[in-house]
Nanobody, 123 residues
C-alpha cells in the first residue's frame, strides 16, 4: 500500500517562496515517477510538474515553468516542489501523486494521490 503525505503549505504574500514536500511510504518509491497537481477554488485539478524515477526527466505546466522546481530524494522517499515568485493565481490545494506511468501522471490519471496541502498567496 502506498501512502503520500504532503506538507509545507501556508499563507504567503505575492513574490514569496514556498517549498512543498511529499513523503511517500512503500518500497516502490525509488523506481516510480511522481508529480504535483493543484486545484484552485471552483476549478478542475491541473497538472503542475512531473519527475521521473531517477530525477533525470522533469516537465512543467507552462504556468509555472521558470518559477517552480520539482526534485526528489530517493534516500528519504520524498519529492519536493520549490515554488518561487508566487502570485495569487497560484492559490490552490496542492497534491502529490505517484504512478509507474509518466503518461498517466502527465494526463492526470495516477493511481495514488495525497490528501493535499493548501497554498494561499495574498496580493
Amino acid at each position: 500500500q502506498v501512502q503520500l503525505v504532503e506538507s509545507g503549505g501556508g499563507l504567503v504574500q505575492a513574490g514569496a517562496s514556498l517549498r512543498l514536500s511529499c513523503a511517500a511510504s512503500g518500497r516502490t518509491f525509488s523506481s516510480t515517477p511522481m508529480a504535483w497537481f493543484r486545484q484552485a477554488p471552483g476549478k478542475e485539478r491541473e497538472f503542475v510538474a512531473v519527475i521521473s524515477s531517477n530525477g533525470g526527466f522533469t516537465n512543467y505546466a507552462d504556468s509555472v515553468k521558470g518559477r517552480f522546481i520539482i526534485s526528489r530524494d530517493n534516500g528519504k522517499n520524498t519529492v519536493h516542489l520549490q515554488m518561487n515568485s508566487l502570485t495569487p493565481e497560484d492559490t490552490a490545494v496542492y497534491y502529490c501523486a505517484l504512478d509507474h506511468s509518466l503518461w498517466k501522471l502527465q494526463t492526470g490519471n495516477p493511481d495514488y494521490w495525497g490528501q493535499g496541502t493548501q497554498v494561499s498567496v495574498s496580493s
